[in-house]
């Protein structure tokens, strides 16, 4: 398979990039090292460019916060403090209650958040008729901003005034506290109505990257599949998925990293911890560390915990790109 | 205690609200000749820029004008000076300050709690006043009530300008009241009575509901603080490294809200609520009780909400035993920045000095809050005592519009005011989970709520001090 895409890549390179030609075209380079920088000029203009912007707003924050999870600021003086932040974090009581409330929603937001675009994407895939309209129906969601559509949804989820329960006694079932539920035990009513409400939200960008992974596949092989008399279950399992392994494991990598940082949707739903702190997430638990605690505010305990979850996240994500890598291999 | 929408400038504004152009210019020019007078700050020389004094938005058009007619007549009796405003209907956002203080980027003179100052000078952000502020530059200084200063000072440096207080008290629904065959004469004052009326509302239907409360902002753990004081509880122990509310006074109190939500079915399924939505509730004319300080009417409800101040009384806190034994008492006042100039800091207490705190002037311009048609006479805040306190009650009086005896129950219930506990936001943080399960689990574990509520709230404490 790798050298089937190296003999691809070669194909398609100009004769002076090819294997033979580019090692005689390095040597030039390297002789001509001068010209060939003035001739990319811009290009390098443009990276410095780049590289200052990410130095700037992204590594230069991570570091910085790195440095600030070990001190401590009293009377306008900071100096360094060890661990004590760490301390401080760890033995929060809703330390772990925070991190299992963010696992719930990201393993919700997997099943629904995931499958349920790869699934609209194959219906909208199929359809003969009306296909743009229902693509800009599907997408429109993704046009509002997440506070309005959240706010959305906390009227749909009133438990006095909100069009679900208003559905519900319609038909004469029980209403629901949705967002305000008090279970605790997973999954909650609690945060399945988040997840339903972020699903809504974001579906739509989702639902478009499948559709354009969904078309590029050759009509041939679902052709060739028919003749041998495969159904629509066979031809999702043995042509769909893996012809579009490449981007659903590049979305769920990108999901599963977002939805750990799930913030917005339970602070507009239900103030950000839900009954009983149901609700609650890490990252709303830095908010709280950092902004909402006035005089017991501690910048530090919560740059603590957003090293923590970097490191959560980072571990996640190399460990995802080695086991790709390993089976590509 | 994050219940203020506007800033207090705001809605001092409201209540020192408005004029006629003439009436209001007149005012303007006595008061801005009395602290011109007064001595303030001969030393402001050159020009002096400050800013930040929390203004009314121009959504709220009558306190808009009157703050900028405000400004316009100070600047042109001091025109060395120029005020630099902030429009905001919240000025004092708990998280937004916290931000600014880290990062050093708060106004020059800035709106705070009473029980900010703590982390002001945790950021290194709040300038040293002492020598500022004296009976020259602040002529009611030495009668301004002590418990005012207290939150603005650290032993005896002072650091801040009160410029409002307040107590908590049983705001009612008059109307509802009536309608629900209730006498509004005589609110409830324990909980056992707040059940009784409330249900009585509530049956009116119609979206009508008894009683309301908050679980969400911090706003319900204020709340809850301020119903324990009254019911003799207190949030920590004297020392603030404690806490203390784990106890029956505060079972009695989330009981009693409990059943108000599921056996008396008097509060609404709608819970999670934060500061401004009872308000609105109450202007609309569906709910029938709240606990608030009396500033909720003439700042919010009447002027922003559009109620008629007609339709609202006052009662005590509700308590078991309906004496209420204390309440949370709070209010506003500024501080300057550590960046300051001497320059600034002098023109800025000049400017409070004319807006906040001169009779007559700025939000106790009970002429021009009369002749706007806004209601004059509410009990509080209660600034001042002495000679001060005297010359405020006698001029309250001389423009009073509304019907005093709508409070007479929550004034003669003269709650002692218990201040705020060590850490407020975060203990209020820490209380809103247990107000909220109360108000939306049928089977709520009362005493497992407060225990770990207790547990969280040591916690704070501890690192408060150290730990």
Redesign the interface.
Known sequence: MADLVTARKADTLPPARSAAGGRAARGRAARKLVPEARRNLSAYGFLIGAVLCFALFSWYPMVREIIMSFQK?????TSWAGLVNYR?IF????FWTAWRNTLEFTLLALLLGFAVPFFVAILLNELRHAKGYLRCLVYLPVMLPPASALLLFSYFY????GLFNDILHTLHLPTS?W????GTRWPTAAMISVVIAATWMNMGGATLIYLAALQNIPGELYEAAELDGAGIVKKIRHITIPQTKLVLSMLLMLQIIATMQMFVEAFIL??G?????NTESVVYLI??Y??????????N?AAALGVVLLVVLATFSGGYVWLTRTRDR | MHRRLHGRAGYRKVAGVTVTAALGLAAVAACSSSSTTSGSSPSVTGHVTVGGFCAPPSSSPVPYREWNEDVAAFEKANPNITIQSIYSAQCDV??????QL?AGTEPDVYETYF??L??A?????AADITQYVNSKTVPVWNDIVPSAKTPVTAGKTLYGIPIFNYTQGLVINRKLFTQAGLNPDTPPTTWAQVETDAAAITKLGN?IYGYGDYS???NGGWHFTSELDANGGAMTNAAGTTATFDTPQGMQVLQALHNLRFTDKAM?????L?WGTLQKQMAAGKLGMFIAAPDDIYNVIVPIDGGNVNDYGMGPLPSVSGTPAGTLSGGDAYLFA?RDTPAQIEAGIKWLNFEDLTLGSGQFNFARTKADGQPVGFYEPQLFQGPTGTAYTSLLNKYTTINESYYTTFINANEQPDGQP?????LY?SL??VM??VL??P??DIPQLLK?AT??VN??LA??NGG
Not at chain 1, 158 to 161: E, G, R
Not at chain 2, 268 to 272: E, I, L
């Open positions: 600021t009293q009377l306008g003086v401080r033995n929060d009581p809703t009133d438990p006095t005034y506290q967002v305000l539920s008090s239900d103030g911890q839900g009954v009983n702190n908010y709280q950092a902004f909402a605690m006035s005089s017991a505010s501690n910048f305990s | 708990p998280a937004t300050l916290t931000a880290a029980g900010d703590h982390q000078l945790d950021a290194g952000q979206g969400s902002g911090n609404s399924a709608t819970q999670g934060a550590k060590a850490d407020d936001q975060a943080k809103d989970p909220l399960s939306t689990n089977n709520a770990s547990s969280a916690q704070i690192n408060s």
